[in-house]
T-cell receptor, first 114, second 111 residues
Framework: DAMVIQNPRYQVTQFGKPVTLSCSQTLNHNVMYWYQQKSSQAPKLLFHYYDKDFNNEADTPDNFQSRRPNTSFCFLDIRSPGLGDAAMYLC?????????????FGPGTRLTVL | GQQVMQIPQYQHVQEGEDFTTYCNSSTTLSNIQWYKQRPGGHPVFLIQLVKSGEVKKQKRLTFQFGEAKKNSSLHITATQTTDVGTYFCAGFTSGTYKYIFGTGTRLKVLA
């Protein structure tokens, strides 16, 4: 089945220790998104790629970076995690990112910062 | 900036009762989508509304898009325990060219 996969499902890191979260898709979608979702809050878009074009949200901290080496994979790098970065990180994909496009979410990676 | 608010934030209902969540945008939307997120899960697409005043039904779920395309609602008839979760609306505007998620309504259904 075509799907969006995130690894790991749970990640524990130490304050200030870099961490990388992974997302892969078999849907062959052009767009890949990274969202941060804190407890009882809505998903907050961090950035997205349309193919190789990177689109950063204005309020995304510099501490968050992303890489998309090919169509299938996208990575979220947190350079120096702080306690406030503990959250669920959701990867999503869509065909073209425009109006009427549906986003398909992965299961998420829950990040704990000690 | 654009805001999409949902009310209520939480709702507890007895199984069999009806439930409604309302979604309100500060700006006119091109279209709106609804997602359901089960506890511990990820958002799953439910439906999309595009036209002003549009009404769509999925079994016990009824979705409406306001005439001014600034609000929407999701109504569930005769809730079941499987309806438990958080319901998010997500509005798309041509100005931002992205979806903004609403604040969500968490539904608990008591058996």
């Amino acid at each position: 089945d075509a799907m969006v996969i995130q690894n790991p499902r749970y990640q524990v890191t130490q304050f200030g220790k870099p961490v990388t979260l992974s997302c892969s898709q078999t849907l062959n979608h052009n767009v890949m998104y990274w969202y941060q979702q804190k407890s009882s809050q809505a998903p907050k878009l961090l950035f997205h790629y349309y193919d190789k074009d990177f689109n950063n949200e204005a309020d995304t901290p510099d501490n968050f970076q992303s890489r998309r080496p090919n169509t299938s994979f996208c990575f979220l790098d947190i350079r120096s995690p702080g306690l406030g970065d503990a959250a669920m990180y959701l990867c999503a994909t869509s065909w073209h990112g425009g109006m009427t496009d549906t986003q398909y979410f992965g299961p998420g990676t829950r990040l704990t910062v000690l | 900036g654009q805001q999409v608010m949902q009310i209520p934030q939480y709702q507890h209902v007895q199984e069999g009762e009806d439930f409604t969540t309302y979604c309100n945008s500060s700006t006119t939307l091109s279209n709106i989508q609804w997602y359901k997120q089960r506890p511990g899960g990820h958002p799953v697409f439910l439906i999309q509304l595009v036209k002003s005043g549009e009404v769509k039904k999925q079994k016990r779920l009824t979705f409406q898009f306001g005439e001014a395309k600034k609000n929407s609602s999701l109504h569930i008839t005769a809730t079941q325990t499987t309806d438990v979760g958080t319901y998010f609306c997500a509005g798309f505007t041509s100005g931002t060219y992205k979806y903004i998620f609403g604040t969500g309504t968490r539904l608990k259904v008591l058996a």
